[in-house]
């Protein structure tokens, strides 16, 4: 229990100390993703343990701090917040949790809007004459930023029209655009003080400027969410959606991407279509809101504490966040190649949180100019790997340090070269550098490689360390005795490992070349050289036209082979490996199945449909062991289009250009499955 207490204690502390930060300050010391995670974490806490929830939670409250130099005003009912989803299960739950509550199984109407990123203020109209505006504050009361509101061109300060109620109160958000927002920060780049981090934070700096000339000169925009009135209207405005359409009757200005709608199917097209278009908006958005429509069920859904039971917001995954750099380290690859690796402050990004990012060569880091103690920006390529776009310009500190590549190795020392046509520097002390020997190792007994079971990288590096193997010879001499000295190793295991090296030492040419690690011989570059040279000592003898002339092997990779075996410690291991620890394959059985494969061997293949035998990527891995390319459209180029059920378009180019087609059965036969 006292550990729960410490854990929400810490929570709620550093929660508060970013809340003070973000409204307080307008600084976004952390991400919004990242605030959410540890709000969520803490609710969690606190729902399984109820009774350390104390008034002063950040969760049973809505919003923040105040800043000084405005004056207070209430507001005439709270401004709340909206609960979150990032998925659309939240937002199925939210569905099924009105239909519970209010015991109706009909389809509900839903209106979805933008979720703008700005600032939530609220303005009040008395008949129909701009009175005051404030911001959200702590949800109860807000700072007075009449006059600053009053020099926002899109808020009219006088509404026009029919029907205008006596008082009207209208909620919305104040923004700023992208483009203000560039040209802002163009203005202040030599003054960090005065520098935005995004435009929300420009937005809130500028709204809340004592000098409300500045607010006009920012280029504020508003837009209208919602609107209450405090006196009866003429007509009948019974819908969200009808209220918001009477405000622009009104002259505000209300976002026009809205739709009404009532399957979650229609929600999430929503979403996807504007998260695939947030980026090329003027301004920010970070998710969408769904709103019950009628304006009678939200009055029967209420409110909790903190957000309205009629409203969610669907939120968008951030795919770019600021933080700091702290380190970065080269690390020395299974090949020797030094990878320079980026380590900065955790950041949140598309659910995940990252702490570092490969840089992969000097050229990058020379692209970046980076500096440790520089802000950067970190995204997720392709939504998935971690990638260091660009340094925040101009807000460089004073002990910014710069990055520079070492000269000599991180592990072992030796003087590092650079390859020019691959851009990659690299030592090459090969087996006598601890960290190659390690992951060569480790390597060569690989599943793909010559496998062994159980051998795994704590093992490897133990043996390592108690000095019983330097190369992959000296596995084949450790006795079940060896293995019984190390930790977590015992009897069962150290036969089942000795047995296993035993088992290893039959492979294929295919498998003994790829276990080599030769730079840039993986698993299909592998196949081909053994397709091709069938032997093992006339590929050690090839030169390297010879190996350039093999389709799929270009220059760099041809030479990294030529090398690896022109290199006398290479031939002397290959030599004892096969001579006394005894690996061996059939050559003969290479030659044979070779007859069937050479029908394959080279060839461009293309697929088309779906196969009853084998899924694509197995059917896919089949044809590149046959030696084969398997390429994705139909060319001139294609030599065989292989087609199953429903096949597409590529069927008919291929007969167009009279290329050879196969069908599922006819591959079978000849590659001998049944
Ligand atoms: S409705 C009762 N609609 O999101 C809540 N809010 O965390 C009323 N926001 O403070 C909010 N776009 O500042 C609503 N179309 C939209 C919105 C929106 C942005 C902001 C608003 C609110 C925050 C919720």
Redesign the pocket.
């Known amino acids: 229990m006292t550990s729960t207490k410490n854990k929400i204690t810490k929570l709620r502390k550093n929660i508060l100390k970013y809340e003070y930060f973000y409204h307080t300050l307008n600084q976004s010391i952390i991400s919004d993703a990242e605030y959410d995670y540890l709000l969520n974490q803490l609710y969690n806490l606190e729902l399984k343990n109820k009774k350390l929830i104390t008034s002063d939670s950040p969760t049973q409250k809505v919003?923040s701090g105040l800043l000084k130099n405005f004056k207070k005003i209430k507001h005439f009912f709270p401004?709340?917040?909206?609960e979150?989803t990032f998925d659309i299960n939240g937002y199925l739950n939210f569905e099924k949790r009105i239909k519970k509550s209010i015991s109706i199984n009909e389809l509900i109407s839903f209106c979805c809007?933008?979720?703008?990123?700005?600032?939530?203020?609220s303005i009040i109209y008395e008949e129909g004459v701009f009175v005051r505006a404030a911001t959200?504050g702590d949800g109860f009361q807000g700072e007075n930023i009449t006059a600053n509101a009053r020099m926002i061109e899109s808020i009219p300060l006088q509404l026009k029209g029919i029907d205008i109620p006596k008082r009207l109160e209208v909620?919305?958000?104040v923004f700023m655009l992208k483009s203000n927002f560039i040209k802002l920060n163009e203005k202040y780049k030599n003054n960090k003080q005065k520098y935005f981090s995004n435009p929300r934070n420009a937005a809130a700096g500028s709204l809340r400027h004592i000098d409300p000339k500045i607010t006009a000169e920012r280029k504020l925009i508003f837009?209208c969410?919602?609107c209450y009135f405090f006196t009866e209207t003429n007509e009948e405005l019974n819908t969200h959606y009808k209220r918001l359409m009477k405000c622009v009757s009104w002259g505000l200005p209300v976002?026009k991407e809205i739709i009404i709608c009532s399957s979650y199917v229609e929600v999430k097209e929503f979403y996807k279509k504007f998260e695939k278009k947030r980026n090329f908006l003027d301004f920010d958005?970070?998710?969408?809101?769904i709103?019950v429509n009628s304006i009678e069920l939200q009055k029967k859904l209420g409110?909790n504490t903190k957000?309205?039971r009629w409203?969610i917001?669907f939120k968008f995954f951030s795919s770019e966040k600021i933080t700091l750099l702290n380190d970065v380290k080269f690390q020395v690859g299974r090949t020797g190649v030094i990878t320079p690796v980026a380590y900065f402050n955790p950041v949140y990004i598309s659910g995940v949180m990252i702490r570092k990012a490969s840089l992969h060569n000097k050229y990058e880091i020379e692209r970046l100019n980076l500096h440790v103690n520089d802000s950067v920006i970190i995204c997720r390529s392709g939504d998935v790997i971690p990638k260091l776009l660009s340094v925040v310009k101009n807000i460089r500190c004073k002990n910014a340090k710069k990055i520079t590549f070492p000269e000599f190795c991180p592990v072992c020392n030796t003087k590092l070269l650079e390859n020019t046509d691959e851009k990659l520097i690299r030592c090459h002390s090969g087996l006598t550098c601890d960290a190659q020997k390690k992951k060569a190792l480790y390597h060569f007994f690989s599943k793909k490689s010559l496998y062994v079971k159980g051998l795994g990288p704590k093992i490897i590096n133990e043996l390592i360390k108690k000095r019983f193997v330097k190369n992959p010879i000296d596995f084949f001499y450790l006795k079940d005795l060896d293995f019984i000295k190390l930790k977590n190793v015992g009897k069962k295991k150290s036969l089942k490992i000795i047995n296993s090296i035993i088992q290893c030492k039959k492979t294929t040419l295919k498998c003994f070349i790829y276990a080599l690690g030769i730079p840039g011989v993986g698993e299909i570059v592998s196949q081909k050289i053994s397709n091709y040279f069938l032997k093992l000592d006339k590929l050690m003898n090839a030169d390297v036209l010879e190996l350039n002339s093999i389709d799929g092997i270009g220059k760099v990779i041809a030479n990294n082979i030529f090398n690896y075996f022109y290199t006398v410690s290479n031939r002397k291991m290959i030599n004892e490996l096969i001579t006394k620890a005894g690996i061996y394959w059939d050559d003969q059985e290479l030659q044979k199945s070779n007859i069937k494969k050479t029908l394959f061997l080279n060839k461009k293949i293309v697929l088309t449909g779906v196969f009853n035998s084998f899924s694509r990527t197995k059917l896919k891995r089949i044809l590149i062991n046959l030696g084969a390319n398997v390429l994705h459209n139909i060319s001139q180029k294609t030599d065989i289009l292989i087609y199953g059920k429903n096949f597409g378009s590529k069927f008919f180019r291929a007969k167009n250009l009279k290329i050879r087609i196969m069908n599922e059965e006819e591959l079978k036969h000849l590659i001998q499955i049944k």
């Open positions: 919003g401004m709340l917040s909206l979150n809007e933008l979720k703008l990123d700005g600032i939530a203020i959200r909620r919305g958000e837009s969410y919602g976002k958005i970070d998710g969408i809101v709103k409110c957000s309205p409203a917001a």
